[in-house]
């Protein structure tokens, strides 16, 4: 090169990277980031636009001719799109001016011309058609830090808050706001409400059979006016300016149960809120004011979207609380005999007849950790059990014509009926439902 000897393949390699950046540039006009896209695996810290006006100069210096730029707009691959990250970053930042967010991700609907675009560029120097980067994979990162620096958040590629998608040939920004995420545990402090809403089977929730009110729900379209739902996540779709709500909770006591002591996990899932930093204590407080002693919440926290999944699957071992009428008179040695039987045994329940219409028909296998009780009179009892999770407590006092087994009445040999049924405590089995890790 010009009567200077170099050693080495350095040369070699700077030559054919610049014939082949001068055999692309010589397609027609092609943009700088469209010609540095092709090489994006050269060198860091530069844009694409960067390393093709840097392949553009070189060139140029190297032939001894005038530097000639390309103006994007003219360009052939990318139609002059790689002019528009920022219109494309002030539209979609545009979107969201009315929305409390953290994070975000940008993707982009890239035109089949364009596509094809890249690939016919790529074939003229024998390139592999995946080569340097796509110019989605651009587009995306060039808007997407744009609009970080106009909103002030963060990218983030798992779970964002808001979510772009650029649709090039539509000339359009869709925006999507993804759910926001509220854990917390409640009491059920009164009998006969629902964990969720419960829509009338009769009528699936309408309130009518035909042109009439539905007799079987009055023609409300559920079987409960109330639900630990319908106290909790109201208010919380409300402060989040959501535009729904679903509530999930560590499985469910029954309606007629009550649920006391530390209460059982939930989460709120919020759909579409327009607001995420929201003051946890006041809400925990507008809650318990508006359940007005039917329910009440506590340790309310913005919890990530895997919360719910962790929710819902933890196997989680629950301590009950039975008032149990039995049908003859027992003794107190028989039932002290009949608790220490309990304690810590297997048991094989078949599905209960009160659930067999919603539940497999099938025989699970449940440990008794704890039994105690005590006898209030010769026909009337308090027995506190701890158990696995799934255990069914009505059933393995009343034994459930034989479908459960063994059992307090089939033990003692006299019937035996859950009155009333407190659940005292929803833990984890192996770790706590209350990880750090979880929590925003």
């Known amino acids: 090169m010009n009567g200077k000897t170099v050693t080495g393949a350095a040369p070699f390699l700077c030559m054919s990277l610049l014939d082949d950046a001068r055999r692309l540039d010589a397609t027609g006009p092609v943009c700088d980031a469209c010609l540095g896209r092709v090489f994006a695996d050269r060198s860091f810290g530069l844009t694409n636009a960067e390393r093709g006006r840097s392949l553009r100069v070189a060139a140029a210096l190297d032939d001894d001719d005038p530097f000639d730029p390309v103006d994007t707009a003219d360009c052939w691959v990318c139609e002059g799109r790689c002019a528009t990250f920022d219109d494309w970053a002030e539209r979609a930042a545009e979107s969201v001016e009315t929305v409390e967010f953290d994070t975000y991700q940008v993707g982009t609907r890239t035109p089949p011309l364009v596509e094809e675009n890249e690939r016919l560029l790529r074939e003229e120097i024998g390139a592999d058609p995946d080569a340097g980067e796509p110019f989605k994979a651009e587009f995306n990162r060039e808007v997407g830090k744009r609009v970080g620096r106009l909103t002030d958040t963060d990218v983030d590629f798992e779970r964002p808050d808001v979510q772009f998608v650029l649709d090039l040939d539509a000339d359009h920004v869709e925006t999507e706001i993804n ?215 009505k059933e393995l006092v009343s034994g459930d014509d034989g479908r459960t087994d063994p059992s307090l009445a089939g033990l003692l040999d006299v019937g035996a009926t859950v009155t009333e049924l407190d659940v005292l405590d929803v833990t984890g089995e192996d770790e706590p439902f209350e990880d750090e890790d979880y929590f925003l």
């Open 179 to 393: 759910s926001a995420f509220v854990y917390g545990r409640y009491r059920k402090l009164e009998r006969d409400i629902p964990q969720t809403e419960w829509p009338c089977r009769e009528c699936d929730g309408s309130g009518r059979q035909g042109s009439q009110p539905c007799d079987h729900c009055g023609g409300s379209g559920y079987l409960y006016d109330r639900s630990v739902e319908g106290y909790v996540a109201p208010l919380v779709e409300d402060v989040m300016d959501g535009v729904d709500a679903v509530f999930h909770g560590a499985g469910r006591e029954d309606v007629d149960a009550l649920m006391l002591g530390t209460g059982r996990p939930f989460v709120v899932e919020v759909k579409e809120p327009r607001r995420r930093d929201v003051d946890a204590d006041r809400l925990e407080s507008d809650v318990n004011a508006f359940a007005d002693g039917a329910v009440e919440v506590e340790g309310l926290r913005r919890a990530t979207y895997e919360m719910v999944e962790r929710v819902k699957r933890l196997d989680a071992s629950k301590t009950y609380r039975a008032t149990v009428a039995f049908d003859a008179p027992v003794d107190a040695d028989d039932f002290t005999a009949a608790l220490d039987e309990l304690d810590g045994v297997t048991v094989e329940q078949y599905t209960p007849q009160r659930v067999d219409h919603r539940r497999a028909n099938l025989t699970r296998t449940r440990e008794v950790y704890d039994a105690s009780g005590e006898l209030d009179d010769s026909q009337h009892a308090t027995v506190e059990i701890h158990g696995a999770g799934g255990l069914y407590i």
